[in-house]
């Protein structure tokens, strides 16, 4: 068990197990929900993300998950990408936490891209347990 950032604040019940960093994103693992914050200024795409993505599948193995994007820098994506994503039997859903109202709308923008269940939320706390909700259905 590691510490939770401060900046997580979520429920006593999410324990944070594992963190993997790279130079592009942190990838915090609470069971079952990985919570990734992008470094400011990169690119996320399935090229630039792609050892990322294997590290973490092999982190959860064969377990249901879902994917939180904590939105608290300012990077760039590809929504098309996401197609990729979609093809990994195990994602059950994708949230995104948005800082601002440009964010709001840009997740908006990509759930139309994404054909799993898809949520945006202004705070952390929503957003786990929207997942929660999701994997325990």
Known sequence: MKPTPPHHQLP???VLKDVLKSKIATVYFYDDV???EAKEGVTLSYKTAFSLLISGLNYLRASSWVYISNRLNSYSLNPQDYRYLEKIPTLKGLAVVYESEIGKK???MEAKFFNKPFASFSNLTEAYNWARELLDA
């Open 12 to 14: 006593e019940s999410a």
């Open 106 to 108: 840009n997740a908006e």
């Open 34 to 36: 990985a919570v990734v």
